[in-house]
């Protein structure tokens, strides 16, 4: 089974600031993704960063990186530079090979960003 | 990155009354799938929306319930059916693209439904 683990269920960051949002998994699968999304109060996802199992190299992508630890099954998203529109709910979520490309999702983090 | 529209975007339905989403992608695209997000929650996979065939559900999830259609590769719709006040949810599809890059899925605007 997939499981992903999301422990935050709240955060602050002052702006401009850099803020980690962590995420754990869990499956048995060797070929595996992970993703982070971002949903605004208006509800929309918006994708922000995949990191592959077999991606040696963390993924990046502008502030965004993605912080991988494969022995210890974690995938915690980094924002630099903190901004007011960061403020949203974060969730971490997985595909397995196993169940194809159905995104399982954690329970969600939501950041607040402080002027 | 696919151009995702959904109908409608909000509303409000009275109990015992069915509701068609319709999803439209801007190009054609391997796997369409239906999400549910009830209030204050996570997202939670309804089905994979199949082109041609009948969708593939999830347990805890009936066809009677919420039927899909995906007629060709850019378009499904789902239905949900004789509505309780429990299916009050946001419902998103998402997509993933024949070449995308590191299999990178997209969701669309989400369709915000109340049941009253």
Same mark, same amino acid.
């Given at each position: ?43 929309? #996802?918006?994708? !922000?960063? *995949? ?8 993924? &990046?992508?502008? $502030? ?29 979520? #997985?595909?397995? !090979?196993? *169940? ?8 969600? &983090?939501?950041? $607040?960003?402080?002027? | ?116």
């Amino acid at each position: 089974a997939q499981k992903i683990t999301q422990t935050q269920p709240g955060m602050f960051v002052q702006e401009k600031e850099a803020v980690t949002l962590d995420c754990t998994y869990d499956t048995s699968d060797q070929s595996y993704g992970l993703f982070w999304y971002k949903q605004p109060s208006s509800g929309e #996802m918006i994708f !922000l960063i *995949y990191q592959g199992s077999y991606d040696e190299q963390n993924a &990046t992508e502008g $502030r965004y990186s993605l912080n991988f630890q494969k022995a210890r099954k974690s995938a915690n998203l980094v924002i630099s530079a903190s901004q007011l529109g960061d403020s949203a709910m974060y969730f971490c979520a #997985m595909t397995t !090979l196993t *169940y194809g490309n159905k995104l399982v999702f954690g329970a969600g &983090t939501i950041l $607040r960003v402080k002027s | 990155s696919a151009v995702i529209s959904q109908k409608p975007s909000r509303d409000i339905c009275q109990r015992g009354t069915s509701l068609t989403i319709q999803c439209q992608v801007d190009s054609q695209v391997t796997m369409m799938f239906w999400y549910r997000q009830q209030p204050g929650q996570s997202l939670t996979l309804i089905a994979t929306a199949n082109q041609g065939s009948e969708a593939t559900y999830e347990s805890g999830f009936v066809i009677d319930k919420f039927p899909i259609s995906r007629p060709n590769l850019t378009f499904s719709t789902l239905t949900v059916s004789n509505m309780s006040p429990e299916d009050s949810s946001i419902y998103l599809c998402s997509v993933t693209q024949t070449s995308g890059r590191n299999n990178e899925q997209f969701f669309g605007p989400g369709t915000r439904l109340t049941v009253l």
